[in-house]
């Protein structure tokens, strides 16, 4: 294993819990911070690729949460708070437990959801952020995808950006 190759999550949600009662979405809070495979994809400059979409656009989740929601390692899950959603990876989280707690590896996924207000410190609220979590069956975005659908990057115009091919790994340049 190299530095940025990431550790494989064990699976360890267990959907037949009797203790584990099975809901639509929940309330959680939303903490975001840097994350060591995540700074490494950046490092060599592999923003655009899949691996930085597998280690960025990933909620850690506690298992008893994963179960109630009925998702898996590596299934989608839409994530909304007051400043927006986005679809991301779900993933059984090391520090678990913390129910009704998610992490996400701050970057393009956790800007859509986090509050723009600095409060004079020049630095977005990444921490203590109410959201909530529902099992999705869209895809999680490529980063450049991303920001065209949320930010209407890299389009010519066009009203509905989501039905448009993915613009893939390749870097996406502007002609003048």
Known sequence: MTYVDKPTV?????FDDPNVKKVQ?????????????????KKRGST???????????????????ARLGVANWESVLVKSDWGEVVVY????????????IFIPKGPWANVIVSPET????DPTYKGIEATV???????LL?????????RKYTKNEKNVDELPS????PVYRKK
Do not use: F, W
Request: charged fraction near 30%; hydrophobic fraction near 35%.
């Open 143 to 151: 980063m450049a995808d991303l920001m065209r659908s949320v930010y």
């Open 90 to 101: 779900a993933a059984h989280s090391r520090d678990a437990p913390h129910e009704e707690m």
């Open 25 to 41: 979405k929940i309330k959680v809070m939303l903490n975001t911070g840097t994350d060591i495979y995540q700074g490494a994809c």
């Open 10 to 14: 064990s699976n360890v949600v267990k």
């Open 119 to 122: 409060y004079c410190c020049n």
């Open 167 to 170: 613009l893939g790994e390749m």
């Open 134 to 140: 529902e099992k999705s069956d869209k895809e999680v």
């Open 48 to 66: 655009l690729k899949d691996e930085y979409r597998k280690v960025a656009g990933i909620a850690y989740m506690d298992p008893k949460d994963m």
